[in-house]
């Protein structure tokens, strides 16, 4: 197999799969996420059969969770820097090892509650680990017109894997025992491996080199200033705390309320999954004609709705229908929040932005499963989900706080900048590794000062994006009242020149430009520190 770079015109939804390298790793990716909800039902079902406490069942999607919000951020970084396809040679090795591992003592007896929840653990770390990496490669394999298609692919196989996996595991686990799904699980990834080790044509991109910690603080302090990007974050955590309630305690409804087996289980989730398959191609014409805003408020209503149906009535064929309506709501929520994510980063910093989405999303999964599972005992099943369901439909009401971010006027692509008149290039080896002081001289006229007081604020919450350290606005009091300093840090010569070549969009460009109408052309100085401290007095 080897990666296809041309560009093509726009085929339709499909036009990714005639990509052969996208086409083997969507269908081993799909192969994996149904082996990996397989892993999910035997992993609940083995603890249900233990009679395990609410709280233990629900820890297994904490558990496979939880690593996106301890090592989300550094995965984000590494996907942005190294192979990507050697990184995921090696996550897909590790995994089938674990999953093999995982077959042997379950078959032998030897799994306990605590081991499940560890070596759920360990798969959910490596699937942490690629995951960013994966969502980074995508766009390289695919003519840059097919991108969208692919996501919408991508989506579609997650939730083809959501409907087929939960239904094969229920009647593996009846016909052949746990042992079998987890042994599915690990052939899985076996084939993904095959797959990767067999795809020989990758390249990997130029990037520019940056030190792991700043690349990290980088990422971190573009999404601590980017007020969208903090807007959709809140809106996803939100909707995915209480939400996730559902997830966690499914499987004791089926077992209690419903007295489902196993099979019956996966027949619940197998109906979540078909809604969300179709919810999947019916968004993109729901959100045209609502707009983005009202269909995460629409569907935030209404699988909050789904989670007390289920809850209070429990009547398979009811609850059945009720799971479709709510897996199309889920899919209406998380897929527009997440285009909107992946619409608004620019690319210098977007595996990193995906890595903190991915953090608070995984995150919330697993706060919510833990604190619905905790509260399941004293407070009852039923009681819970109609609780959580209350209080999904209510995380629409952020839409009424505070509107939804609209992007169809964003300039999102890069904007170079001109350095300016600089005479001097630090020595990369030297001082360029330095911290960087650029002060922006304005001139100001009298009648100006308040409309350039608030563009200066809105540029320097761009510069603070871009990668300054810190910013501020100055009187400079020996040149005359019209005198003005903007002053900021950057952490080296290099992370600056990346402000100029390569951070900067078209809507920073527009921040700029503001200034300039009001404050004409500035003088720039760039102080380099020479890493010369003075001693201690």
């Keep these: ?247 966690a305690l499914l499987p004791l409804v089926a077992d209690g309320p419903l007295g489902l087996s196993s099979g019956g289980y996966g027949l619940l989730l197998a109906a979540v999954g078909t809604g969300s398959v179709g919810g999947a191609f019916l968004m993109p014409a729901i959100r045209t004609r609502l707009g983005l805003g009202r269909v995460v408020g629409t569907t935030s209503v209404v699988f909050g709705a789904t989670m007390v149906v289920v809850a209070l009535v429990p009547v398979l064929p009811v609850v059945i229908v009720a799971l479709v309506i709510g897996g199309v709501a889920w899919i209406g929520v998380v897929t527009t929040l997440n285009g909107t994510v992946q619409a608004f980063l620019p690319a210098w910093v977007r595996t990193r932005g995906l890595a903190v989405y991915q953090l608070v999303l995984f995150g919330s999964t697993a706060v919510g499963a833990a604190v619905a599972g905790a509260v399941a005992t004293p407070l009852g099943v039923v009681g819970v989900l109609v609780v959580a369901g209350v209080l999904t439909a209510a995380s629409a009401l952020l839409l009424v706080a505070s509107r939804f971010p609209v992007l169809t006027d964003r300039q999102r692509a890069a904007a170079p900048m001109p350095l300016g008149d600089v005479t001097f290039l630090p020595d990369e080896h030297g001082p360029a590794t330095g911290e960087t002081l650029v002060l922006v001289h304005w001139t100001v006229p009298a009648g100006s000062v308040d409309a350039f007081r608030e563009r200066a604020a809105r540029l320097g919450r761009s510069r603070r994006r871009t990668g300054a350290r810190d910013w501020n606005l100055y009187r400079d009091a020996g040149s005359g009242p019209d005198a003005w300093v903007e002053a900021f840090r950057v952490g080296s010569w290099q992370e600056h020149l990346a402000q100029h070549e390569v951070r900067q969009t078209g809507d920073d460009a527009r921040m700029l430009e503001a200034v300039r109408e009001v404050a004409g052309e500035p003088r720039v100085e760039h102080l380099v520190a020479e890493g010369v401290s003075s001693p201690s007095s």
């Design 1 to 247: 197999m080897s990666t296809v770079t041309s560009t093509t015109t726009r085929g339709g939804a499909l036009a990714p799969l005639a990509v052969p390298v996208f086409r083997a790793l969507w269908i081993a990716v799909l192969v994996s996420n149904v082996g990996s909800w397989m892993q999910t039902v035997g992993a609940q079902w083995l603890l249900i059969d233990e009679h395990a406490a609410p709280v233990v069942v629900a820890l297994v999607q904490t558990a496979s969770s939880l690593p996106v919000l301890l090592i989300g951020i550094p995965a984000g970084v590494i996907g942005e820097f190294v192979d990507r396809r050697r990184l995921l040679i090696g996550v897909q090795a590790f995994q089938v090892v674990v999953g093999v591992a995982m077959t042997v003592l379950t078959a032998t007896g030897s799994m306990t509650p605590a081991l499940l929840l560890t070596v759920t653990f360990l798969l959910g770390s490596a699937s942490a680990l690629q995951l960013p990496a994966y969502q980074a490669l995508v766009p390289e394999i695919v003519p840059r017109s097919a991108i969208s298609d692919a996501a919408a692919l991508s989506s579609v196989g997650v939730n083809v894997a959501r409907a087929v996996g939960p239904a094969l595991a229920g009647v593996v686990i009846a016909r052949l025992g746990v042992p079998f799904v987890f042994a599915a699980n690990a052939l899985s990834f076996a084939l993904f491996l095959v797959v990767l080790v067999a795809w020989r044509g990758y390249q990997r991109p130029e990037t520019r080199a940056e030190p792991f910690i700043d690349a990290t603080r980088a990422g971190l302090r573009y999404v601590r200033n980017a007020g969208v990007v903090r807007r959709l974050l809140l809106q996803l955590a939100a909707f995915m705390v209480p939400a996730n309630a559902l997830w």
